[in-house]
């Protein structure tokens, strides 16, 4: 078994049941001879993105996994892995390499040198006997800590060299969580029942944690309103009484008003990092903030408590400790709190009603967004949006309903990436409708991949 029929094995232990690529590179050959399916894309950016889109969708449970060609193949890729690194999203990428003797000789691309910075972790295969620790590694990145793009370099020579069958001893790596400490997880919960008008900010490390239920219980147990970040959107049902709905550039009334009026503000499975797609944290918070990663903590935002560990085992520590220091009672007043939200809710789609039932033509976006909310079935389906006007048009007025839902994206913003994108989702959600809002520019980007 040479190197590369040895990677491709290993992927078909892992679960791999498809793989996306363009072509050449000899692993669309030996995954596709053990049944793992191949997807071709008309772009090597588009292929990253499109295994990005199915990491979305799946939480860490499986992975995109997306091959390309060496040289030109790998520097195309590399806009699809920005967008993947930047939005900490876990995907395999297999780059074709050169010959070992010419790894570093220029201007050939050399991963290991010119990929940093762009991805959580790369490594080359430099012999065939490294191979299963190289993927092991791989797949251990993929699980565990800070998500983000993980990349193989398949050089050349050597991938095309057999593994001796004692260096075929691949084991799967099992995830690995931690919880903060019960110290910390204490005097959260205490600043949590001290609150007058407490937020829950929540981030995409809530739907990764697959924690969504604890966020609710969370939140009605100490009637606490939750905003979700744009890659957070779908972590808690916008129809909810104490949803205040989500924010990209654009947001709520009610998301507006809680974010300047709250004092206390816990930050769940959330980078805190500022961003011009993203709402602005004002200055006078007590922030608690709860991340996998523990370079987040104080990078932004400055952190009165740091709870470092899985968002989902964090969310059950505080919900174990409110009721401790509560005598199972929670703490906050629900009701007034979800009255006075229903009443800027209100008000809010009073004002705006106008304009999403406008007949103006051309058609503007907030028309067909109120529209998408009346016809689709929202629990089956999956919605996102292409940079620039549909994401700040959608963001605040689509209803994300169930997890994943709507699919929210952009610390950098790459035109184009919709369609590739919610291809990745269909592949991993293959019972949902998916639907991409996006514009013409965007179109032109990546429109020959519906193919």
Same mark, same amino acid.
């Given at each position: ?22 072509? +050449? ?32 969708? +799946? ?44 790894? #570093? ?150 998301? #507006? ?13 959330? +980078? ?85 039932? +406008? ?85 032109g980007m990546s429109g020959t991949d519906i193919e």
């Amino acid at each position: 078994m040479n190197g590369i029929d040895y990677i491709a094995q290993i992927l078909k232990d892992e679960g791999v049941e498809w793989m996306s690529c363009f072509p +050449s590179n000899p692993m669309i050959s030996a995954v596709a001879r053990i049944g793992i399916r191949p997807i071709a894309f008309r772009h090597e950016r588009g292929a990253v993105m499109a295994a990005d889109g199915y990491s979305r969708i +799946s939480d860490r449970q499986k992975f995109g996994v997306v091959a390309v060609q060496n040289q030109a193949g790998a520097e195309n890729a590399m806009g699809g892995l920005a967008q993947a690194n930047a939005d900490n999203i876990p995907i395999l990428v297999l780059l074709g390499g050169n010959r070992l003797d010419q790894l #570093s000789v220029r201007p050939n691309f050399n991963a290991v040198q010119q990929a940093q910075g762009w991805a959580k972790q790369i490594e080359a295969i430099y012999t065939p006997d490294q191979i299963g620790d190289v993927m092991r590694r791989a797949f251990h990145a993929l699980r565990n800590g800070t998500p983000g793009p993980v990349v193989v370099e398949l050089t050349s020579d050597v991938c095309r060299e057999e593994v001796p069958e004692a260096k075929r001893t691949y084991k799967s790596p099992k995830p690995v969580r931690q919880v903060p400490e019960p110290g910390l997880i204490k005097q959260a919960a205490s600043d949590l029942i001290a609150a007058k008008r407490p937020l829950i900010w929540a981030g995409a490390g809530v739907l990764f944690a697959g924690a969504t239920a604890e966020l609710r219980d969370l939140a009605e147990l100490t009637g606490t309103p939750v905003f979700c970040t744009m890659p957070g959107k779908s972590a808690i049902d916008e129809r909810h009484p104490l949803s205040l709905g989500a924010g990209s550039g654009a947001t709520t009334l009610a998301a #507006s008003d809680w974010l300047k009026g709250s004092d206390v503000l816990l930050a769940l499975g959330s +980078s805190l990092t500022r961003t011009p797609y993203g709402q602005a944290i004002p200055a006078d918070k007590r922030i608690i903030h709860n991340t996998i990663n523990p370079d987040d903590i104080n990078k932004d935002e400055a952190a009165d408590i740091a709870l470092v560990g899985d968002t989902r085992l964090t969310i059950q520590a505080l919900i174990d400790e409110v009721k401790a220091q509560t005598g199972g009672k929670g703490c906050g007043d629900r009701a007034q709190t979800e009255a006075a939200l229903a009443d800027i809710k209100s008000r809010w789609l009073a004002e705006w009603l106008p304009v999403l039932t +406008s007949d103006e033509s051309p058609i503007s976006y907030y028309r067909v967004i109120h529209e998408l909310n009346k016809t689709l079935d929202l629990e089956n389906s999956i919605v996102t949006h292409d940079a620039g006007a549909p994401r700040d048009c959608l963001v605040p007025f689509h209803i994300a309903t169930v997890p994943h839902s709507y699919v929210g994206w952009g610390k950098t913003t790459h035109l184009g990436f919709g369609i590739p994108l919610m291809i990745g989702a269909k592949m991993a959600a293959p019972e949902k409708f998916c639907v991409n809002v996006m514009g013409d520019g965007a179109f032109g980007m990546s429109g020959t991949d519906i193919e």
